[in-house]
């Protein structure tokens, strides 16, 4: 599926390609790489994923855990993970046959048409605005209230490049800002790709996921488990927020 400047490019938005082997899908575009090459992987991602209309690629990372071969029958999926001004950010998984992803990647795209890829801020993970319209949810919920109600501290939000510190005295949030002068007791960090997952399934499987441990933290390790409860709100409200402007 290829996006197109009459549709509004959506955090959450995602798309799975065809099922193809590998070899034949590179051999069908003329490339050549020897058996083993590391670079199979990333360009089979990129031949099974449609462009974004109207943008241009200006930046991709790649990570193979476990490199595709030749022989491999393969997938793509696709996700949105942040809109902003025009540019467009996408997690990119290869997975194989038995759905294992064995490769995967970001990318960075400018649209020509910055409209099309306006930001919302409920999606706009771990910014300032963001964490505004959190502030405003929690301040009126009397559990996180009570759960914080003898904490001075500040809890970090992390995702990818971007933080947001919620300073908080006896229960409410007396600050939201991108840094505070003595840094967060502790920081709360997961990838793009994760925050859109979750705070977009279906039920909240927070508590699953963090006990798989596909999150993790840096800052006073103890206080991050202590403060397991008023952590699972603020991403209760993370997913009610996100939920009202992509029901």
Do not use: N
């Amino acid at each position: 599926m290829t996006l197109t400047t009459s549709d509004r490019i959506t955090v959450g938005d995602r798309t799975t390609g065809a099922e193809r082997v590998l070899a034949p899908l590179l051999t069908e575009t003329g490339i050549a790489l020897p058996a083993g090459s590391v670079l199979a992987g990333a360009l089979a991602a990129e031949l099974l994923t449609a462009p974004v209309d109207g943008g241009t690629r200006t930046g991709t990372t790649w990570c193979a855990t476990r490199p595709v071969a030749h022989d491999d029958t393969v997938r793509a999926d696709v996700l949105i993970t942040r809109v902003a001004d025009g540019i467009v950010e996408r997690f990119v998984r290869l997975l194989d046959d038995a759905g294992t992803v064995r490769e995967y990647g970001t990318e960075t795209w400018r649209l020509d048409d910055p409209s099309v890829a306006r930001a919302q801020p409920a999606l706009d993970f771990c910014t300032v605005a963001w964490g505004e319209l959190l502030r405003a949810r929690l301040d009126r919920d009397l559990a996180f209230v009570s759960s914080l109600s003898s904490w001075d501290g500040t809890i970090g939000l992390r995702c990818d490049d971007r933080e947001v510190h919620l300073r908080i005295y006896k229960g409410r949030i007396v600050d939201v800002t991108r840094r505070t002068p003595h840094g967060a007791t502790f920081t709360f960090v997961a990838p793009a790709h994760l925050w859109a997952e979750v705070v977009l399934a279906e039920r909240d499987d927070f508590m699953r996921r963090a006990i798989g441990g596909e999150f993790s933290s840096t800052g006073d390790g103890y206080e991050y488990l202590r403060l397991t409860k008023p952590l699972h709100i603020v991403i209760a409200h993370a997913r009610a927020l996100a939920q009202e402007v992509r029901p």
